[in-house]
């Protein structure tokens, strides 16, 4: 079975700042899809970004990139210019067509954007 | 586009009642859905997902249950709530590998009293 594993249960930034999020998975599958999603207050889940695993280039949305190491099983999330509207949970998941399309996720991070 | 709704919102319920919580997805057809709680300040557990109407795979053991009587509704169920029931459950739906993201309803919060 996969596994996601984010070791950062919270993180702080200021304000303007870059904050770097990790996350680790493993699986022995060589196509899959990797994601981080938001979760502000509200409680909505929001995809942030998503990874093709037979992609080299890394993914970027806006003041989102991600840094995919396909051979480590690492895919972690830079934020920069941190915004206070950043402030969430964080979310690393993990989708194997291999696996009859079950959604994985980690644990979650909480990021704190300090004014 | 897509949309999917999720209800109800908030749930009180006392120990020992059933439950009945309902999905359902628009502007698409045989989605992937996926039923998952989340405890408060934790990660996401997934409880149940479809790939096509009357299949539902169950991940973690418990008296809950899942059922997909249409393609696009996915329903979740519990002849008698336990106080660990309690929790925030999501639903989702996505295109497997031809859409893989996963899209969520708003939640529910779940009271077991």
């Known amino acids: 079975a996969q596994t996601v594993t984010q070791s950062q249960p919270e993180m702080s930034v200021q304000e303007a700042e870059t904050v770097t999020l990790s996350c680790t998975y493993d699986t022995s599958e060589s196509n899959y899809y990797l994601f981080w999603y938001k979760q502000p207050p509200s409680r909505q889940m929001i995809l942030v970004i998503r990874?093709?695993?037979?992609?080299?280039q890394n993914a970027t949305e806006n003041r989102f990139s991600v840094n995919f190491q396909k051979a480590a099983k690492s895919f972690s999330l830079k934020i920069s210019d941190s915004q206070l509207g950043d402030t969430a949970m964080y979310f690393c998941a993990f989708l194997s067509d291999n696996a009859g399309n079950m959604l994985t996720f980690g644990g979650g991070t909480r990021l704190m954007v300090k004014p | 586009s897509q949309t999917i709704h999720q209800w109800p919102a908030t749930l009180v319920q006392p120990v020992g009642s059933p439950l009945s919580l309902e999905c359902t997805v628009e502007?698409?057809?045989?989605?992937?859905l996926y039923w998952y709680r989340q405890a408060a300040g934790r990660g996401l557990q997934l409880l149940f997902y479809s790939v096509g109407i009357g299949q539902i795979s169950s991940e973690v053991p418990q008296n809950l249950s899942a059922s997909r009587p249409q393609d696009r509704q996915f329903i979740l169920s519990s002849k008698k709530l336990l106080l660990s029931d309690s929790g925030f459950y999501l639903c989702a739906w996505s295109q497997g590998i031809q859409l893989p993201e996963a899209f969520f309803g708003q939640g529910t919060r779940l009271t077991v009293v």
């Open positions: 502007g698409t057809s045989n989605p992937n």
């Open positions: 990874q093709e695993a037979y992609k080299q």
